[in-house]
């Protein structure tokens, strides 16, 4: 079952309901809230928001997708506050609407790119909030509002995506082409790939820096709240290398202790355009829906 409705604190937003059958709802359950992929509207990209909170639904979940003010059917917003304390704040008003209407107090919040973007940092401070889905994240680690990275963190997650594309993954042949032909540029990339390919070479570690350190402290707070968060990464986007590169070594570890999920989906690009690819997308977020509630969680511990 799907309504429209009008929410937020001036009923400005505009959002779709996607829930089960009425004998079917459960307001104990968390509601998925399905957060802007940059600037497409609560269809998603491909249709994808829409398929994913369907098959919610399909499992007995409450979605709602939802349009930031400005993008797709919510008219813009006056309160010329800056477009990253205002998705907040919407977000915020999206779960105090559903909280009012359906008398739902738990939420996982879920997004694309800069979507993901908000739902990683509700996470790590609004209280209701007992997961998120992070497809494709970029930029999520550090600090910077308008989602740009210095550009010693962009080369390197260049480097590395050119590397693990090159060497072993389905777009190899894509990547070689452009290499062969001149479409990269080399200027800082290749001293950077020479430094790199040695330390490895001898065993060198980095000492951490400041967003490890930063990252290590947020994602002790979830595991301590028990907030569950799933990364999900295409094959062919540098998204995953951006993440392996700000958790540096310390990434398997993580994922070892249970405080990072992450999977990855072969053969598709940032967008998941091939149909196949989406379902099994669309499969992934179910599986780990149905196990949010039942799975132990890690204790939490230090920092590795």
């Known amino acids: 079952m799907e309504e429209a409705e009008l929410l937020g604190k001036d009923r400005d937003l505009v959002g779709v309901v996607t829930h089960p059958a009425v004998e079917e709802a459960d307001s104990k359950l968390p509601a998925f809230l399905l957060l802007n992929a940059g600037s497409v509207h609560h269809v998603g990209p491909n249709r994808l928001y829409v398929k994913i909170a369907r098959h919610?639904?399909?499992?007995?979940?409450?979605?709602?997708?939802?349009?930031?003010?400005?993008?797709?059917?919510s008219p813009r917003r006056r309160d010329r506050l800056p477009f990253g304390e205002s998705a907040v704040r919407q977000t915020q008003e999206a779960m105090h609407h559903l909280t009012a209407t359906r008398g739902i107090e738990r939420f996982v919040l879920m997004g694309l790119c800069s979507g993901a973007v908000f739902s990683y940092r509700m996470a790590t401070f609004d209280p209701r909030v007992m997961g998120a889905?992070?497809?494709?994240?970029?930029?999520?680690?550090?600090?910077?509002?308008?989602?740009?990275?210095?550009?010693h963190i962009v080369n390197r997650v260049l480097v590395h995506y050119y590397a693990r594309i090159a060497l072993r993954s389905s777009f190899r042949t894509k990547v070689w082409r452009r290499a062969l032909t001149g479409g990269m540029d080399y200027g800082a990339r290749v001293p950077l790939a020479l430094k790199l390919a040695r330390n490895r070479l001898f065993g060198r570690r980095k000492q951490a820096t400041p967003v490890e350190a930063d990252?290590?402290?947020?994602?002790?707070?979830?595991?301590?709240?028990?907030?569950?968060?799933?990364?999900?990464?295409?094959?062919?986007?540098?998204?995953?290398?951006?993440?392996?590169?700000?958790?540096?070594?310390?990434?398997?570890?993580?994922?070892r202790r249970g405080w990072l999920?992450?999977?990855?989906?072969?053969?598709?690009?940032?967008?998941?355009?091939?149909?196949w690819k989406?379902?099994?997308?669309?499969?992934?977020?179910?599986?780990?829906?149905?196990?949010?509630?039942?799975?132990?969680?890690?204790?939490a511990a230090s920092p590795p």
Do not use: C
């Open 56 to 73: 919610l639904a399909s499992l007995g979940f409450m979605a709602l997708r939802f349009d930031f003010a400005g993008v797709g059917d």
């Open 215 to 255: 990252s290590a402290a947020r994602m002790q707070q979830l595991a301590e709240r028990s907030v569950r968060v799933l990364h999900i990464y295409s094959e062919g986007d540098k998204t995953l290398d951006y993440l392996q590169v700000a958790l540096g070594d310390r990434l398997p570890e993580w994922r």
């Open 133 to 151: 889905v992070l497809i494709n994240a970029w930029g999520h680690l550090h600090d910077g509002a308008d989602g740009r990275l210095p550009p």
């Open 261 to 275: 999920d992450v999977r990855i989906v072969r053969g598709t690009n940032h967008t998941f355009t091939p149909l």
């Open 278 to 299: 989406q379902r099994e997308l669309v499969d992934i977020i179910g599986t780990w829906a149905q196990n949010l509630l039942d799975e132990p969680r890690p204790p």
